[in-house]
């Protein structure tokens, strides 16, 4: 008996394939293209391989995609003035600033100035409460990535228990909060959590975003469960590197009724998601 592997990379190929369509329809009926701009501070190499696959999967979805590159010592002044003239450009629909940012920036100051309807990342304040209190809000894309997969998955996730491990605001906590606007009895288990094993092993569905290799063995699963692991950990094995999840997939898949793999699973599903939110930006702006 294996777990059913849900395909993440396919599944995410479907969004975009409706997303571009989409976008050709918006420019035909009303001759409007949908534009995100990405705003990377520094080199991190992590995040320069994310931004550019971000720009090339906006230009292929036929959106405009623009790039702000700026040096690590980009003054908090100069980032936010960048985002009031990204606010008020009619052709912007989507801002997204890459974290992490250099620690002499105050992140929550500078997400904050993004004007919330183009809040593509759904890391806004107003977003976060909006989202908390069940009402329409852009929805934070890793997050949502994974919620489209557990309702391909079960379809209805009324009553389910759904644990989740790890309290990050960008996975963690708005994952939870999908999943009570589902209806699901949630956990959100984190590095203080006592008996997690205990706590994991009654989740239906189990969401792993703590960012540590394979930290979940198949003995912490309930048979059948549908498990959605976020992590992507690099990690040096007989002297390859190579990318693991939170969970470690070869006990887990034993136990498990359907489990994404890393890679291809939730990875990406972000980028398709954020996709879909630039575009649901630019319709909620009237174009
Ligand atoms: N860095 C890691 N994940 C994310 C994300 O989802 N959005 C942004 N803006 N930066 C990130």
């Known amino acids: 008996m294996g777990a059913r592997i849900i395909d993440g990379k396919a599944f995410a190929g479907q969004l975009r394939g ?60 100069d ?22 940012l250099p620690t002499h920036v105050n992140a929550e100051a500078v997400l904050n100035a993004i004007d919330p309807a183009k809040d593509v990342d759904g890391f806004h304040i107003l977003n976060v409460g909006l989202l908390g209190t069940g009402q329409k809000s852009m929805v934070p894309c890793t997050p949502l990535g994974c919620l489209m997969m557990l309702r391909e998955q079960l379809g209805e ?28 009895t949630v956990t959100i288990a984190h590095s203080r959590t006592r008996d997690l094993a205990g706590v994991c092993r009654r989740a239906d569905i189990l969401v792993a975003a703590v960012g540590r290799p394979r930290m979940i063995p198949g003995n912490w699963i309930k048979p059948g469960a549908t498990v959605i692991d976020v992590g992507i950990n690099r990690i040096e094995e007989g002297g390859r590197n190579r990318l693991v999840g939170d969970v470690d997939f070869d006990s887990a898949v034993q136990v498990a009724g359907a489990i994404t793999p890393v890679p291809g699973g939730v990875g990406p599903m972000t ?3 954020l996709l879909a939110n630039t575009l649901t930006a630019c319709c909620r702006a009237g174009g």
């Open 157 to 184: 996730l009324s009553g389910l228990n759904a644990v989740v491990v790890g309290r990050s605001n960008i996975v963690g906590k708005p994952m939870a909060q999908l999943l009570l606007n589902e209806s699901c």
């Open 18 to 77: 409706r997303v571009a369509a989409a976008v050709k329809r918006l420019q035909a009926e009303h001759g409007v293209t949908p534009g995100l701009a990405v705003v990377l501070v520094g080199e991190d190499p992590a995040s320069q391989v994310y931004v550019r696959n971000k720009g090339i999967q906006t230009r292929e979805a036929g959106m405009n995609s623009w790039e702000h590159k700026l040096p690590a010592a980009t003054s908090e002044a």
């Open 79 to 100: 980032l936010l003035a960048l985002i009031t003239r990204l606010n008020a450009d009619p052709a912007v629909h989507g801002i997204l600033v890459q974290l992490p």
């Open 271 to 273: 980028i398709a998601c």
